[in-house]
T-cell receptor, first 110, second 114 residues
Framework: TQLLEQSPQFLSIQEGENLTVYCNSS?????LQWYRQEPGEGPVLLVT?????EVKKLKRLTFQFGDARKDSSLHITAAQPGDTGLYLC??????????FGTGTRLKVLA | DAGVTQSPTHLIKTRGQQVTLRCSPI?????VSWYQQVLGQGPQFIFQ???????GRGNFPDRFSARQFPNYSSELNVNALLLGDSALYLC?????????????FGPGTRLTVL
């Protein structure tokens, strides 16, 4: 069974703080996506990383794909209340399947 | 352009009943995937369909079935509902459904089984 473990599971921080969310697996993925999901809604794609060692930036969010394509991280600088949500990583496994991580629930307090 | 649409938004059923959920992909997308998301967890893959054929199936019992129509819309059917089937059911569409393609999610159907 392919597993993607995310850590931490829950995170509550003050506005302006920095944070990092980790996504780890023993499996190699051809690509990895990060999503943010609001309650009662579907996940919204933030970024796709494909190449080992790749770093992508989206405003205050920095995404990194591990060199071996088994892990990834999401770093948020100066978190804002609008960043609150469930962050999910999803690894592309095999030809037609995505495996989702366990999720990190982030709450940013004003 | 319209995104992925799903209907109904919410649904309440009782144990043993059957349910059909519907999904319309983004125009031009030929692949539809279905996921089950239990409260507090990440989505779990159920099925993927491409060009009306099943391409992949997750670890779900035969009570779960799906099909894709010539217009690429899709239905997910669940028979003999159990309490544990209560979840948010998500549909995602993609151009070709390869795992390296981007998939776009709909808002989901919230199913409650009483």
């Amino acid at each position: 069974t392919q597993l993607l473990e995310q850590s931490p599971q829950f995170l509550s921080i003050q506005e302006g703080e920095n944070l990092t969310v980790y996504c780890n697996s023993s499996s190699v993925f051809s690509s990895l996506q990060w999503y943010r999901q609001e309650p009662g809604e579907g996940p919204v794609l933030l970024v796709t990383v494909v190449t080992g060692g790749e770093v992508k930036k989206l405003k205050r969010l920095t995404f990194q794909f591990g060199d071996a394509r088994k892990d990834s991280s999401l770093h948020i600088t100066a978190a804002q209340p609008g960043d609150t949500g469930l962050y999910l990583c999803a690894g592309a496994w095999g030809t037609y399947k995505y495996i989702f991580g366990t999720g990190t629930r982030l709450k940013v307090l004003a | 352009d319209a995104g992925v649409t799903q209907s109904p938004t919410h649904l309440i059923k009782t144990r043993g009943q059957q349910v059909t959920l519907r999904c319309s992909p983004i125009s031009g997308h030929k692949s539809v995937s279905w996921y089950q998301q239990v409260l507090g967890q990440g989505p779990q893959f159920i099925f993927q369909y491409y060009e009306k054929e099943e391409r992949g199936r997750g670890n779900f019992p035969d009570r779960f079935s799906a099909r894709q129509f010539p217009n690429y819309s899709s239905e997910l059917n669940v028979n003999a509902l159990l309490l544990g089937d209560s979840a948010l059911y998500l549909c995602a569409s993609g151009v070709a459904g390869r795992s390296t393609d981007t998939q776009y999610f709909g808002p989901g159907t919230r199913l409650t089984v009483l």
